[in-house]
């Protein structure tokens, strides 16, 4: 079974600094991944998703991620964070081929202070 | 508006009474799932649902039961909860194409006392 990890459980930030979440899974196959992201009080929703092609993503309000496959790894950037990205934020996996069952990471929660 | 919606959204209740906690989605998904959130712990997955009347365990599906009778409906029931399933319940619905993102809903906070 695939397992996720992400390494940062708490992150602080002041507003306009870079920002690198780390998220490394376990699974000798070909992978699908995410990020989510829970603003404060609210659901979980898609920030960005990998399945193929370009490994760098881009996905909504500035974030990115890259898929380096040599390191199991799929790590979420942001260049420039904002006191609004404060949120927790899941990394999830799941292989590509048979049934549809996401694991998911222990989530980072980001605190950006103004 | 394609959603997921869960009910209630807040829950008090005592130990031993039972509760269900319904879900439904409009998405005509296919899969949908349970999650149970709680700090430190992240997302625990319940039970999920591959289709109508296929259903399996999660990681934690100890003191929890679904049923899927219908496609757009996914209840999660509790029939004699205790405290340590106070917790924030997502379900959560894919359509059953990769890569597929989850839709989730509001999420359901229970209290157990």
């Known amino acids: 079974a695939q397992s996720v990890s992400q390494h940062n459980h708490h992150v602080i930030l002041s507003e306009a600094a870079s920002l690198e979440l780390g998220c490394n899974y376990s699974?000798?196959?070909?992978?699908?991944l995410f990020w989510y992201v829970q603003y404060p009080g609210q659901h979980l929703q898609l920030l960005l998703k990998y399945f193929s092609g370009d490994p760098l993503v881009k996905g909504i309000k500035g974030f990115e991620a890259e898929f380096i496959k040599s390191k199991f790894s799929f790590n979420l950037r942001k260049p420039s964070v904002q006191w609004s990205d404060t949120a927790e934020y899941f990394c999830a996996v799941n292989p590509s081929g048979g049934s549809y069952i996401p694991t998911f990471g222990r989530g980072t929660s980001l605190i950006v202070h103004p | 508006e394609a959603q997921v919606t869960q009910n209630p959204r807040y829950l008090i209740t005592v130990t031993g009474k039972k509760l269900t906690v319904t879900c439904s989605q409009n998405m005509n998904h296919e899969y949908m799932s349970w999650y149970r959130q709680d700090p430190g712990l992240g997302l625990r997955q319940i039970y999920y649902s591959m289709n109508v009347e296929v259903t399996d365990k999660g990681d934690v599906p100890e003191g929890y039961k679904v049923s899927r009778k219908e496609k757009r409906n996914f209840p999660l029931i509790l029939e004699s909860p205790s405290p340590n399933q106070t917790s924030l319940y997502f379900c959560a619905s894919f359509s059953g194409f990769l890569p597929g993102e989850l839709f989730f809903g509001e999420g359901s906070r229970l209290t157990v006392l």
């Open positions: 699974y000798g196959g070909t992978v699908n």
